[in-house]
């Protein structure tokens, strides 16, 4: 059977998540359903280059799925499309890979973007997309912060308590803050993220914008090893999957 990668773009904001859960409405879920007439009425079964929670949204996350039907990627992508409306998820490319080709053991990289809308007044347009923090966040100090957290460490802090990974050790290869006019932006990228992990970050990092920690402190959380010393998970309205890397990568189109 053909196996085909798939290229998401979705809005997460009323979605349980990425993964099937019962009846509820997931990514995974529309998907599925959205292929089946592609693998003779039966539902195939879609892997992620990672899943997101509820509310966490994509625009460059990864997928697999083997079809019965022998299509050009084009036709793969436009079908499935036709049949998520109107829905918010789009297949932006398709790919036919190897048979043995994971979306999710392939992934050498992962990368997402963090957005908070730092100002007084609520957002009227893109509700939904941002963490909206009124008070003026020190976007210099969080990102001082956060040069501080990268390299190979035990993340343990920083981690979900339903977090299934068997170690807690992740190499964080990039975490950068940056003010763009209203808006405050943490990009994170690594091999592989923890449940949570990001949002555990942002959180954190939040405490030192605020001026109520030292540049110092999520180091100091870091290595003390107790999630419950670090700040707030931050909401998953500003969550945003951006891409996931492989070598080489699948002939989109």
């Not at 292929?35 to 949204?57: F, I, Y």
């Not at 050498?108 to 347009?125: C, D, E, F, M, V």
């Not at 940056?178 to 990228?189: C, F, M, N, P, S």
Request: include cysteine; hydrophobic fraction near 40%.
């Amino acid at each position: 059977m053909p196996r085909y990668a798939l290229l998401l773009e979705y809005d997460g904001t009323h979605f349980c998540g990425w993964q099937r859960q019962g009846e509820l409405p997931s990514v995974q879920k529309l998907l599925e359903e959205a292929a089946a007439p592609l693998n003779h009425g039966q539902l195939p079964t879609a892997t992620a280059s990672g899943r997101t929670d509820a509310g966490v949204h994509a625009e460059g996350a990864v997928a697999d799925l083997e079809l019965a039907l022998d299509l050009p990627p084009a036709r793969v992508r436009d079908a499935i499309n036709f049949r998520t409306q109107p829905h918010p998820v789009v297949v932006r490319a398709a790919a036919r890979v190897a048979p043995d080709w994971s979306a999710r053991f392939d992934c050498l990289g992962r990368g997402y973007r963090y957005r908070i809308l730092n100002r007084p007044a609520r957002p009227a347009l893109a509700a939904g997309q941002f963490w909206h923090v009124k008070r003026k966040l020190d976007a210099e100090a969080m990102h001082a912060a956060a040069q501080l957290l990268l390299g190979r460490h035990d993340f343990s802090a920083y981690r979900a308590a339903a977090c299934q990974a068997k170690s807690p050790v992740r190499t964080l290869d990039r975490l950068d803050v940056t003010r763009l006019g209203e808006e405050v932006h943490i990009i994170a990228e690594a091999r592989s993220f923890l449940h949570h992990q990001v949002r555990n970050l942002v959180g954190t990092l939040h405490e030192v914008g605020q001026g109520r920690r030292p540049v110092t402190w999520p180091r100091q959380v870091l290595e003390g090893l107790d999630r419950s010393k670090a700040g707030q998970t931050a909401p998953p309205d500003g969550l945003v999957f951006r891409f996931a890397r492989y070598d080489p990568a699948p002939a989109w189109v």
